[in-house]
T-cell receptor, first 114, second 116 residues
């Protein structure tokens, strides 16, 4: 069965610090990969996605993620965080041919101190 | 376009009561999903509907039923609510199952349900 592991439950950073959130998945086949963000009190929004091609994908608000197939990883990065990035971040995996079902990680809460 | 809409936004139930959560999407998506979100657990799939007329169980279906009323609407029913069903419920839709196959899921604003 597929699973997604997010290594950090809660990350606290100061503004302008660099961010890297880890995500590993377990599945032997071809996958589509996603990062979603949930701002306080809001619904999930897509940050970025990887389907194929360049393993370094860029998303909204300066976020990017790199797919490393050999490590089954899809880590999220941002060079310089802002207070407005305070949110919960979810990594999700979809196996190709799975009728579009997403498997989510448990989420990483990011708190950015002004 | 409103995207994915859910009603109600908040609900408090007593144990044993029943209720239906409504979800509608106006993006002409084939697939629709119901998730629950609990602290520290991420989102877990309750039921999904790959296309109009079909529904399938997800990871945590016990205590729930669903109806895909038409292509736009997908409802979730709690027949006899239990405190363990206190959660935030999200509906989502996607193009999965169509030739475009973008697979991105679009989420509704959620329903916060408390069962006492």
């Amino acid at each position: 069965a597929q699973s997604v592991s997010q290594h950090n439950h809660h990350v606290i950073l100061s503004e302008a610090a660099s961010l890297e959130l880890g995500c590993n998945y377990s599945y032997g086949g071809t996958v589509n990969l996603f990062w979603y963000v949930q701002y306080p009190g809001q619904h999930l929004q897509l940050l970025l996605k990887y389907f194929s091609g360049d393993p370094l994908v860029k998303g909204i608000k300066g976020f990017e993620a790199e797919f490393i197939k050999s490590k089954f990883s899809f880590n999220l990065r941002k060079p310089s965080v802002q207070w407005s990035d305070t949110a919960e971040y979810f990594c999700a995996v979809m196996a190709r041919g799975s009728q579009g079902n997403l498997i989510f990680g448990k989420g990483t809460k990011l708190s950015v101190k002004p | 376009n409103a995207g994915v809409t859910q009603t109600p936004k908040f609900q408090v139930l007593k144990t044993g009561q029943s209720m239906t959560l409504q979800c509608a999407q106006d993006m002409n998506h084939n697939s629709m999903y119901w998730y629950r979100q609990d602290p520290g657990m991420g989102l877990r799939l309750i039921y999904y509907s790959a296309s109009e007329g079909t529904t399938d169980k997800g990871e945590v279906p016990n205590g729930y039923n669903v109806s895909r009323l038409n292509k736009r609407e997908f409802s979730l029913r709690l027949e006899s609510a239990a405190p363990s069903q206190t959660s935030v419920y999200f509906c989502a839709s996607s193009e999965a199952g169509t030739p475009r196959r973008s697979y991105e899921q679009y989420f509704g604003p959620g329903t916060r349900l408390t069962v006492t």
